[in-house]
């Protein structure tokens, strides 16, 4: 996070770390059907299941993610000139019942793929074969860390959130583990998108608890407490995440609680002075009600959204 990087442009935006990737977009069909892959398609597809990137969950989860390329009109492996890119993954589990707690079936699968939104990664198609399960979405890709405008920012906050307040208000159930900053993805256009797998369907294990991670709300700690709640307390911290470009926020996430005012001490420093003050505080402010220790006091995911857009509007 060094003083001497060059400050960003505010037409340039780009990005900021790792979890945040960009896409080109496919076409978006709201009732397509899913179609069902083979492990041999998926194969041939992603050339022998090359891994892209693997990302390392709290315990001992890990997901796997492979580019592949299809045809865009029959879906099937390509190389032609009509190929889309997409992303597959796959759960796996360092546990002797790993596999069994992975698998899918095709009901489920049906079931992720009617959640569709247009800030949720679309689901394209799965694979339930031999002891292997994968779901095969719209590709996202990585590409060269840079700093993110404020602006631009802000915009990936509103689409966060406009995920989540939609996935609050058709589930009325909480996200938990599924809110975390690395399956925060963004399109060509700095779309933010949340890769969605729907935890009541044991795609996480039944029975996990998770401790000490600042994506935890004091409610859950003490008491395995769950609530829609949950979700803006790691709102909260992801928003943090976002505006101090650091993954090191336990102690200024401590301090934050107390002192709003210090959002402005440990807003990312590649942004120098190009951001608005007074909505850098009301930020700071939101920050700070998404993470109060008492639930009832948090606000609503669709209240957050309304915080948001007014601070678009404030400027």
Known sequence: ?????????????????????????????????????????????????????????????????????????????????????????????????????????????????????????????????????LLVFEYLGKEKEETLSWDTRVEIA???????????????????????????????????????????????PIGWTFVGTIYMSPEYLEAATLGMETDVYTFGVILLELFTGSKEISIYLKRLRTRPSLFMEIIDPRLWTHYPVNAATKMGKLIQRCTKDNWKKRPSMQQVLDVLNSIVIQY
């Not at 546990?95 to 800030?119: C, M, Q, R, V, Y």
């Not at 589930?171 to 690395?182: A, I």
Request: charged residues 25%; proline residues 4%.
């Open 158 to 204: 509103i689409g966060i959130a406009q995920g989540v307040a939609f996935l609050h208000s058709i589930k009325n159930s909480p996200l938990h583990q599924e809110l975390r900053m690395h399956n925060i993805m963004l399109d060509e256009q700095y779309n933010a998108k949340l890769l969605y797998l729907d935890s009541k369907k044991q795609f996480w």
């Open 1 to 133: 996070m060094g003083n001497g990087l060059k400050p960003c442009k505010q037409q340039h935006p780009s990005y900021l770390y790792e979890p945040l990737i960009n896409t080109p977009l496919l076409e978006e069909a709201e009732n397509e059907n899913l179609r069902v892959f083979s492990v041999k398609e998926l194969k041939k597809a992603t050339k022998k299941f090359k891994k892209e990137r693997v990302v390392e969950g709290e315990d001992t989860y890990v997901q796997t993610f492979y580019k592949g390329n299809i045809n865009q009109t029959t879906s099937a492996p390509s190389r032609t000139k009509t190929r889309i890119a997409v992303s597959v993954m796959e759960g796996l589990l360092h546990t002797p019942h790993g596999l069994e707690e992975w698998k899918i079936s095709k009901e489920e699968a049906e079931s992720l793929g009617e959640s569709f939104h247009p800030n949720l990664v679309k689901l394209l198609g799965y694979c339930c074969e031999d002891n292997r399960s």
